[in-house]
């Protein structure tokens, strides 16, 4: 069974440019997240979906941060414009059930200059 | 709110046993996980526990008293391998969702 994959594993842009990130995730599995994680730091939630429905978002800096899921299976996460405090890992995860164990993709590791 | 403790570093012994302890405070508990991440790497499961008691899973066992809001991750044998960040993740109700909160992670060396 494949696991989540994730794209690009490593962006280097500018501050002030755009960036998205792509998810696909384990076959079946319906819920997704993406999860900000800082160096020395635990996952912190940006957005969960259950199939296309984005059913919690409460974390996500909405004035630059957006995602969809438009067919409730890959998700892309976009950053418009990027600042510099925005340099982190962005990690994508999916669970077979609202409650079950997460599956994690690598990470797409972003840095702003 | 939401509170997850757990050590920043911890240094044990190749063979020798260590134990990773987390406290949380929450309300609506629902479920604690614990996930190894090695550097670069995502993390990956290694346990999960709902109900009181000690879950265990060949080197790696995990217990959790809901009453103290108290789990440990107890590794035995240790390896060279078992060099990793120890994150402890604690399932709670949100409102009408589930939110699954994420600790700082345990940073474990193992040494010769």
């Known amino acids: 069974e494949a696991g989540v994959v994730q794209s690009p594993r490593y962006k280097i842009i500018e501050k002030k440019q755009p960036v998205a990130f792509w998810c696909n995730p384990i076959?079946?599995?319906?819920?997704l997240y993406w999860y900000l994680q800082n160096l020395g730091q635990g996952p912190e939630l940006l957005i969960r979906y259950e199939n296309e429905e984005a059913v919690d978002d409460s974390q996500l800096p909405k004035d630059r941060f957006s995602a969809e899921r438009l067919k409730g299976v890959d998700s892309t996460l976009k950053i418009q414009p990027a600042e510099l405090g925005d340099s982190a890992v962005y990690l994508c995860?999916?669970?077979?059930?609202?409650?079950?164990?997460?599956?994690f993709g690598e990470g797409s590791r972003l840095t702003v200059l | 709110g939401q509170n997850i403790d757990q050590p920043t570093e911890m240094t044990a012994t190749e063979g020798a046993i260590v134990q990773i302890n987390c406290t949380y405070q929450?309300?609506?508990?629902?479920?604690l996980f614990w996930y190894q991440q090695h550097a670069g790497e995502a993390p990956t499961f290694l346990s999960y526990?709902?109900?009181?008691g000690l879950e265990e899973k060949g080197r790696f066992s995990s217990f959790l008293s809901r009453s103290k809001g108290y789990s440990y991750l107890l590794l035995k044998e240790l390896q060279m391998k078992d060099s990793a960040s120890y994150l402890c993740?604690?399932?709670?109700?949100?409102?009408?969702?589930?939110?699954?909160?994420f600790g700082t992670g345990t940073l474990l060396a193992v040494q010769p």
């Open positions: 929450t309300s609506g508990f629902n479920g």
């Open positions: 993740a604690v399932r709670h109700y949100g409102g009408a969702t589930n939110k699954l909160i």
């Open positions: 995860a999916s669970s077979r059930t609202p409650t079950g164990e997460l599956f």
């Open positions: 076959s079946g599995h319906n819920t």
């Open positions: 526990n709902v109900l009181d």
